[in-house]
């Protein structure tokens, strides 16, 4: 075989490997779209849609692995090519754990439909479009290469925190105010606490794009913005 037919070949499986990754990613955007219309529209027949396509993430993710393995035994990858292909692998776990999160909050729409609604449920819609913009723009800076567009994403996980702090605070008042909302509350804890951990992992995902293009991880310190085990109403 002719070194051209060897680079060529070597081409073709980082492309098939990005492939894999940028699909991974598409359909984790999916799955937080999603499971967020699930709670809000109160659809638990849509909900069960989402729990049972996490299934494929997971699929995708062994597949990755398996790639990553035979790459790393072949082709014994080095410099750039080494750090894109970890990359790429770290990246993979991220967006199964996206996945992951985003069935919980699928899971959470079949009692938030049985019980009462809830005023806070409006801040739900605007946490997921936080974190499913983050998604997004993660997937275009890991195509582009783009290390500034990733630290812009980290940034914007300051701002997803935010809103949960506030957004548990805000439960935990009304819970107060009327026990009987005590249920629907307690729901939509968990699922605003799944929002805010994709964000997390998006963040992740950020870093290791930075990492990949750079070859330094970020300096600045990872802001610390969720302070809800400090809440006191």
Do not use: W
Not at 14 to 26: A, D, Q, T, Y
Not at 99 to 120: F, H, L, M, T
Not at 131 to 159: C, F, G, H, P, W
Not at 162 to 185: A, G, K, Q, V, W
């Amino acid at each position: 075989m002719t070194d051209s037919h060897i680079v060529k070949s070597y081409d073709d499986e980082l492309n098939k490997l990005n492939s894999l990754v940028i699909e991974m990613g598409g359909l984790a955007e999916t799955q937080v779209a999603g499971s967020i219309r699930s709670i809000v529209r109160r659809d638990v027949e849509f909900a069960d849609r989402i729990i049972n396509a996490d299934a494929k993430l997971d699929e995708l993710e062994h597949e990755v692995e398996a790639f990553v393995i035979k790459m790393l035994a072949l082709r014994q990858p080095m410099a750039d090519d080494l750090r894109k292909i970890i990359s790429a692998l770290k990246i993979s776990s991220d967006l199964e754990r996206i996945g992951d999160y985003a069935k919980n909050v699928a899971k959470r729409a079949i009692p938030v439909s049985e019980a009462s609604q809830v005023n806070p449920v409006h801040v739900i819609p605007r946490m997921g479009v936080m974190v499913q913009q983050m998604i997004k723009d993660t997937l275009d800076a890991y195509v582009s290469e783009d290390a500034d567009k990733a630290v812009n994403v980290r940034n914007k996980d300051e701002e997803v925190d935010e809103i949960y702090n506030s957004l548990f605070r805000e439960l935990l008042t009304y819970m107060m105010e009327d026990p009987r909302s005590i249920t629907t509350c307690t729901h939509l804890l968990f699922v605003a606490k799944n929002i805010e951990r994709i964000g997390d992992h998006a963040t992740n995902i950020a870093e290791t794009i930075y990492f990949m293009v750079r070859g330094k991880p970020m300096l600045e310190e990872r802001p610390k913005g969720d302070t809800t085990s400090f809440t006191v109403v």
